[in-house]
């Protein structure tokens, strides 16, 4: 192996470290985030971890991690029961301090059970209504089109969110002004808070119904970080069309007993002995649980 390819490969050595040292972080801190305000989504928020770790850990340029600069890159988390996960990943990254994650749902706090941006900067727009955060998404993409800023703009949605119409709708909007500035991203986890989508309202086929809508489909490994990053390199490379990244996760990912499970939906309330599990096989250190579950 030359010099040159075995520097290549070992800078991406620590890009995947770096990402999966993120990735953790942000499953544990949502985790201890819904144990301390007592309820919680916590099946979403670990299946979305490691997307949310390439997202912000390799992808999204937010110059100084503020929302202060207009040509920052846009994430919206259209899923928004998914907050724990945002704001474990934002101080995960050093963004905010790991306060906020351990404030969910407490009152008093900027950290509000849905993610709310009068609260916190770094939430482009509140959401919790399935479907609207991509709606607003869809502006954002189309407002700084018109205004000549090169930023991008990234959504996430869940795949029960998917079933509603206002997605559809969109879908067909983002085509139609071809946003190639947009790039959504689903979680397809397969579960949704009362059962299996499949039982409730069945997706597939999936990608097909997004091509047929006009957008480049992407299907992954939502947790195969490499496959992330690759899978945001060609949405950035496309050029006429709005790209829709279909990630197959876990939900629950990382904790045995929470995984494609659909009772860890939520909102539930972790036991003690449970949450310490979880935790654990996490990779939390004892010193980090012992403060956390204080």
């Given at each position: 192996m030359s010099a040159i390819s075995l520097a290549a490969?070992?800078?991406?050595?620590?890009?995947?470290?770096?990402?999966?040292?993120?990735?953790?972080?942000?499953?544990?801190?949502?985790?201890?985030?819904i144990y301390r305000a007592g309820s919680g989504h916590p099946g979403g928020a670990l299946s979305a971890a490691d997307l949310l770790a390439v997202l912000y850990g390799a992808e999204l340029n937010i110059p100084g991690g503020t929302a202060d600069d207009p040509a920052r890159d846009r994430f919206v988390l259209s899923k928004g029961h998914a907050a724990p996960a945002l704001y474990a990943v934002w101080a995960a990254m050093g963004y905010v301090a790991d306060a906020v994650p351990l404030a969910l749902r407490r009152i008093g706090t900027a950290s509000q059970g849905h993610p709310h941006v009068l609260d916190l900067p770094l939430s482009e727009t509140s959401t919790g209504s399935l479907g609207q955060g991509f709606s607003v998404a869809i502006g954002m993409a189309l407002g700084l089109r018109h205004q000549y800023v090169a930023a991008r703009v990234y959504a996430m949605l869940g795949d029960g969110e998917c079933q509603e119409g206002e997605v559809w709708?969109?879908?067909?909007?983002?085509?139609?002004?071809?946003?190639?500035?947009?790039c959504a991203i689903v979680d397809y986890n397969k579960l949704q808070s009362d059962d299996r989508n499949a039982n409730i309202m069945g997706l597939e086929p999936f990608a097909a119904k997004w091509?047929?809508?006009?957008w480049h489909a992407i299907e992954i490994d939502g947790h195969?970080?490499?496959?992330?990053?690759?899978?945001?390199?060609?949405?950035a490379a496309t050029h006429d069309r709005p790209t829709i990244v279909i990630a197959h996760t876990i939900k629950g990912k990382g904790v045995s007993y929470m995984e494609d499970r659909p009772l860890w939906h939520g909102s539930v309330k972790m036991k003690p002995d449970e949450?310490?599990?979880?935790?654990?096989?996490l990779g939390a250190t004892e010193t980090d649980i012992a403060t956390w579950m204080a």
């Open positions: 490969r070992q800078d991406q050595d620590r890009v995947h470290a770096r990402l999966a040292a993120i990735a953790a972080r942000t499953r544990q801190l949502a985790i201890a985030g709708e969109g879908a067909m909007c983002a085509a139609h002004h071809g946003l190639s500035n947009l091509r047929a809508f006009g195969d970080r490499a496959a992330i990053l690759a899978a945001l390199a060609e949405a949450t310490r599990q979880a935790l654990a096989e």
